[in-house]
């Protein structure tokens, strides 16, 4: 109760800093939180769905996402009890996961919440992106759902407390003794920035000795000139470069780097990058597959078609499998591929795998189904691959990666 009357505190303190109207929005956020407080602790989860998510989603879309970050943060969630079968168990890049289910960056941006996130039985965690100076992102508002779809479109723009502020902040969990949670740290780069290359650069130094993963996000659209570094040339000079500094980092020149990819590259798109990732000084460790979408041509509610940013959610599922498939039959699956993009049920999370993603991340389904959601989607990933007859989830891998190819 005293991390409950820590929330509390803050919450009130954020109403003095706004109008009345916006007090009544963040105090009503309150409000929630304790109805969701008293739901969660008389083991009451089925009202989740029925009662705090649709009452959360009064709320504006950032306000809401600040809230379950702050929930996360002062650990209000129940603990999940759930016991991962042993068909989820997996190495992941070295360290041993219960489960392949992870939360994607872009809501713990700043990792305040890792401990909350890790009680709601996520197998990792990805924080970020986080930017080498601190920086406020794209103006107000600048999140917005798609209800409708079940889908969000965010111009977040890399708002990040910066480097210095985040690595402490894992600095101080890495001390901790009861501490086990396997961290990605997705790496952005300065929207102002002249040197974006010496931003990632900054970024594996900064950031290698703390994690457990590293993340070169080249993929947001919500930074200008950002997925340019997605061609061919300017994509070398940057692997090379963050390669060079993973080498140079004592102790730590084995932490693993992930590149994270567009779902809207077109075939020679993904051929250049692949061919790029083949060479010995850009090498890889894994694909996280994928970002957000611009594109619009899938979505029902008309009235957002024309917010800019980045789609995520259902509308993006079928596109972000295809484009796992792809990847993985490019690579001729030596490579890992985190999927990404619309999981909200195990079945989805199947779909992932057998199309070529070991490791599969949600983030848009916590906004619409709540917390519960990672219990539900390993429960029924497990059932599922039981009734495919495999017997570890590492068995699905790509096992039926031809059926999500596009038409030829």
Known sequence: MSQFKSFLKIMLQKTQKYSRLRSLGVVTAGATALCFGITVYQNKDHLFRTFVMPAVRLLPAETSHNLAVMACKYRLYPVSDYMDDMNLHNSFFGRLVSNPIGIAAGFDKNGEAICGLKDLGFGFIEIGSVTPLAQEGNPKPRVFRLINDRAIINRYGFNSDGHDVVAERLHKLREREDFNAVIGVNLGRNRDTQTPINDYVSGVKTFGPVADYLVVNVSSPNTHGLRDLQSKAKLTELLEAVNHARAGL??????????????????????????????????????????????????????????????????????????????????????????????????????????????????????????????????????????????????AVGSNYKQYLPSK
């Open 250 to 395: 004592k102790n730590y020149e084995k932490v693993p780097i992930l590149l994270k990819l567009s779902p809207d590259l077109d075939l020679d798109d993904m051929k250049d990058i692949v061919e790029v990732i083949n060479k010995k000084s850009c090498r890889v460790d894994g694909l996280i597959v994928s970002n957000t979408t611009v594109a619009r041509d899938n979505i029902t509610d008309i009235q957002f078609v024309n917010e800019m940013g980045g789609l995520s959610g259902e509308p993006l599922r079928a596109r972000s499998t295809m484009l796992i498939a792809q990847m993985y039959e490019l690579t001729r699956g030596n490579i890992p591929i985190i999927g990404v993009g619309g999981i909200s049920s195990g079945q989805d999370a199947f779909e992932k795998i057998e199309a070529g993603a070991t490791f599969v991340q949600i983030y848009t389904a916590l906004a619409y189904e709540g917390p519960d959601v990672v219990e539900r989607i390993k429960e029924q990933l497990s059932a599922k691959l039981i009734e495919r007859g495999f017997s570890n989830v590492r068995a």
